[in-house]
């Protein structure tokens, strides 16, 4: 994680020229690392049927290559202009509504829901630069994650980053299929916007919270790439 404090920011309005953020190298392996011993099964699955059992190689090898696509990790460029939240995550834009908050934020906020599919990337990315202030699993259900029910139901890990422009809150949900939630950041950290900060294995729901008076720049439907698409203004 870099560190980030007081020092001078451009808080420009426009979504003009763009910035590079969420490169740090040991964040950047770490989405191949969740999967080693997936590949590491896949790998032998391959060489093993090799020997024994050469048609059942061409299962393996796609199961290998599905599996580096699926933790594949992109560089994302976020729009300049610090009072933009980009969005946590890739995904379809499911839910865009206005909702009670008790988890931590305690008052009304505006919510996006956010549904990944298996052929989305699933890293996380903070919405803004900031501090994070909370970070916590929560047991639960595996409902399929387009459920709107997943959202209070299912196993997630609830994150609050804190910094100049706003708060807002992050929760990640697994879903029918995705059953681990990575966490990468840890609560003190401070992150810029659009860096990493966890992931989904597999199938899932990430969705957003903040504050009521922020301008919503996406609709139910939209396709967003997290840590680049713009979805609210402060």
């Known amino acids: 994680m870099t ?12 979504l003009g020229k763009r910035r590079r953020f969420g490169s740090l190298p040991r964040m950047k392996s770490k989405a191949l690392g969740e999967a ?18 050469p048609i059942l190689s061409f299962l393996f090898a796609a199961l290998l290559l599905f599996t580096l696509y699926f933790f594949r990790d992109p560089e994302r460029i ?11 995550a890739d995904g379809v834009v499911t839910t865009l509504d206005e909702v009670e908050e008790t988890e931590f934020l305690n008052k009304k906020v505006r919510r996006i829901g956010i549904f ?39 196993q997630s890990r609830t994150w609050v ?8 809150m992050v929760k990640q949900i697994t879903g029918a299929i995705a059953r681990r939630i990575c966490p990468w950041a840890v609560v003190g950290d401070k992150v810029e916007r659009g860096e990493r900060f966890g992931m989904i294995r597999f199938g899932s729901r990430t969705e957003m919270f903040f504050p ?11 396709r967003v790439r997290g840590g680049e698409t713009p979805v609210a203004k402060f």
């Open 116 to 154: 990944l599919s298996v052929l989305d990337v699933h890293i996380n990315r903070a919405p803004l630069a900031g501090e994070v202030m909370h970070s916590e699993p929560k047991p639960g259900k595996f409902l399929d994650a387009r459920d709107p029910q997943s959202s209070f139901l299912n």
């Open 78 to 88: 976020a729009p300049e202009g610090e009072n933009i939240a980009v969005s946590p």
């Open 212 to 222: 009521l008076e922020a301008e919503v720049l996406v609709k139910v439907g939209d």
């Open 161 to 168: 980053f804190s910094g100049p422009v706003a708060t807002v």
């Open 36 to 53: 080693t011993w997936i590949l590491g099964f896949f790998a032998a699955g391959w060489l093993i049927s090799l020997a024994l059992l």
């Open 3 to 14: 560190r980030w404090g007081n020092s001078s920011r451009n808080y420009g309005q426009g």
